[in-house]
Nanobody, 119 residues
Framework: QVQLVESGGDLVQPGGSLRLSCAASGIIFRIYNMGWYRQAPGKQRDLVATITSGGTTNYIDSVKGRVTISRDNAKNMVYLQMNDLKPEDTAIYFC?????????????WGQGTQVTVSS
């Protein structure tokens, strides 16, 4: 099994910055893709950014230019650097990992970390 623990969420003012961290542990073999998702109250869980094991990144349009996802495979860590935060970024942010073994695919999720952007 894979365990994911997020950290770094906080209350920040508009225009501020945060760096979220996700630590993966357990059976991390063949985890190819990791990502960050977010869920605001009353909303569905939406993709924010993804990164492959090779470092290829993708971002949702609304965060391009403000958010950077990165990965440290040696430390089993994935990060989300968020700059110029806006109130609409307020959400619980979840770390996601995809593990593929043969034809079996499993998704793993952390408990989430709260990001609140408010003056």
């Amino acid at each position: 099994q894979v365990q994911l623990v997020e950290s770094g969420g906080d209350l920040v003012q508009p225009g501020g910055s945060l760096r979220l961290s996700c630590a993966a542990s357990g059976i991390i073999f063949r985890i190819y893709n990791m990502g960050w998702y977010r869920q605001a109250p009353g909303k569905q869980r939406d993709l924010v950014a993804t990164i492959t094991s090779g470092g290829t990144t993708n971002y949702i349009d609304s965060v391009k230019g403000r958010v950077t996802i990165s990965r440290d495979n040696a430390k089993n860590m994935v990060y989300l650097q968020m700059n110029d935060l806006k109130p609409e970024d307020t959400a619980i942010y979840f770390c996601n990992a995809v593990r593929q073994v043969g034809y079996k695919r499993d998704d793993y999720w952390g408990q989430g970390t709260q990001v609140t952007v408010s003056s």
